[in-house]
Nanobody
């Protein structure tokens, strides 16, 4: 079994920063792309940023220049540094990973989510 556990969420004032972490554990042979998604109340889940296993990144237009996604492959961990936070960044943030528990079959796994609230 594969588990993804997010941490680092919380309450921050507008203009502040937070750093989210996502640790992948369990029966992990290889990890392909990883990503952060978020879902605000009453809205659909949206992609925030992705990072491939060679470090290539992609960002949603709404977070470009403010957020930075990275990963530490040896630790099976992904990060999201969020700067200049805005109230509209308030959401539950979910970690996603494409994992091969063994061999060549790939599966998608999700974390349980961590709440980020940006408010004064």
């Amino acid at each position: 079994q594969v588990q993804l556990v997010e941490s680092g969420g919380g309450l921050v004032q507008p203009g502040g920063s937070l750093r989210l972490s996502c640790a992948v554990s369990g029966n992990v042979f290889r990890i392909n792309a990883m990503a952060w998604y978020r879902q605000a109340p009453g809205k659909v889940r949206e992609l925030v940023a992705t990072v491939t296993n060679d470090g290539s990144t992609h960002y949603a237009d709404s977070v470009k220049g403010r957020f930075n996604i990275s990963r530490h492959n040896a630790k099976n961990t992904m990060y999201l540094q969020m700067n200049s936070l805005k109230p509209e960044d308030t959401a539950v943030y979910y970690c996603h990973a494409n994992v091969a528990p063994s061999g060549t079959l790939w599966y998608d796994f999700w974390g349980q989510g961590t709440q980020v609230t940006v408010s004064s």
